[in-house]
């Protein structure tokens, strides 16, 4: 496998090893790397998908995020108004604690993927 023949970049900072020797540290970041043994390094394709992923799942936190701080929002203003206070309350919070448990599972979940590589 001719590992340098295409674009080759650091697996921790996604700095372009192209022109660095087949070995060493990351220029960028002092990471080690190998060319030849594939350690520490990725192929751009590799490092496009990953970028891509990490974006998807920021995305799905900040969305599921944003509802359920919006829920809670609307839990809290609704109870201001409210005969009964708790009602609204409980069910803004509910929503919105479900929402945000979702986001910080999203997030979990990334984390310990990433740390299994
Ligand atoms: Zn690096």
Do not use: F
């Amino acid at each position: 496998m001719d590992a340098y023949s295409g674009s080759v970049h650091c697996m921790t900072c996604g700095y372009d090893l192209a022109g660095s020797a087949l070995r060493g540290d990351c220029p960028e970041c002092g990471s080690a790397y190998n060319v030849e043994s594939g350690e520490g390094v990725v192929s751009a394709d590799t490092l496009a998908q990953t970028r891509g992923d990490r974006v998807l799942m920021w995305l799905k936190v900040g969305v599921l995020g944003g509802l359920g701080m919006t829920a809670i929002a609307v839990g809290a203003i609704a109870a201001v108004n409210a005969a009964d206070w708790t009602r609204p309350m409980t069910v803004g919070g509910g929503v919105g604690g479900a929402l945000l448990a979702m986001a910080a599972m999203v997030w979990l979940i990334d984390v310990l993927e990433r740390r299994q590589r």
